[in-house]
């Protein structure tokens, strides 16, 4: 193999945008100037809500949209006049957009069909990626006779038949009821190990991201907010919009500091980094320690008293919110593998833990 064979080869299925913009007529930008760069094999996650650009992104991606400015590079090539049946990459819709007169491998087979693939091969292609994704019983049913999660791998099965360097998923998940989307989830995420393909996936939904991505990109009003690895972007949230979207937290704003001591409405807090302007105080529910009041550590930073003023029972964990005596609210999280030992209901007297550890610092 050459040295460019190889830069080529090592480039499969990577994703570089400079710069990319895109502009509707009378609007502020869908897509404001976003630089990223994905990796090769990677699961990707656009993540965001309605209307922040991560479709419209996905779109100029996949060759639908035309950016108004920068560069799209798929695979170490420049896309800007290549139409988007002829990019390596296909895309799943939210809608699926079977064929309703065709049956499941002659939906599947379609693409194939079009590039003047061969029936032998196609076929044997077709049955290999049905039994990958275990339709295979479903061949000769028509698209209406399935399910909603049987149509979701149809359509996944037709974009992976090709062979693409790319697969674009567009909130393929979002029509599927509660139990069959985690599982469909965990099984496309299998899928996506096994083939190796790089996967960009587009979802509104924050704990879709956290179990299915390598890495995330937080989007809001066309940018991109936090880019990196699914616990960096949960544990570290850059900003108040990271933190709030990605997962529940307590914020308040920090209005003096010395030393490794910061003054917020709850009082002073121990920090375990240096605070910086402007910055506010961050922990999350679940970083939370409650006690009975009385049988609270003693001699440790961050504690605090106050009552339970509800307790929302979510079946895994119970969900407190805790009024402190200065009259300030604290959203705590408790598992309960130990329900019996370890549940309060309201009006009953607790300690609030904080631990210096588990704040960070987020800016506005």
Known sequence: MSASQTVAATRRGAISLTGVTRIFTGAAPAVDHIDLDIHPG????????????????????????????????????????????????????????LFPHLNVEQNIGFGLKMQGVKSPERKKRVDAIMELTQIGQFAKRSAAQLSGGQRQRVALARALVNEPEV??????????????RAELQIELLRMQKRLGMTFIFVTHDQHEALVMSDRIAVMSKGRLQQIGPVLDVYERPRNVFVAEFLGLSNIWPITGHAGDRATTPLGALAINEPCQPGALAMIRPEKIWLYNDTAAPKDRPNQFFGTISEAIYMGAATQYRVELAGGQMVLAYDTNNQAAERSWRPGEKVAVELKPENIMLVQP
């Not at 656009?46 to 992104?57: D, I, R, V």
């Not at 170490?76 to 990019?87: F, I, L, S």
């Not at 697969?167 to 509660?178: G, N």
């Open 42 to 97: 990677e699961f990707f996650t656009l993540l965001g809500p309605s209307g922040c650009g991560k479709t419209t992104l996905l779109r100029m991606i996949a060759g639908f949209e035309t950016p108004d400015d920068g560069r799209i590079l798929i695979s170490g090539r420049e896309m800007q006049d290549v139409p988007a049946h002829k990019r390596a990459v296909n895309t799943v819709f939210q809608s699926y957009a």
């Open 167 to 180: 697969v674009l998923l567009d909130e393929p998940l979002s029509a599927l009821d509660a139990k069959l």
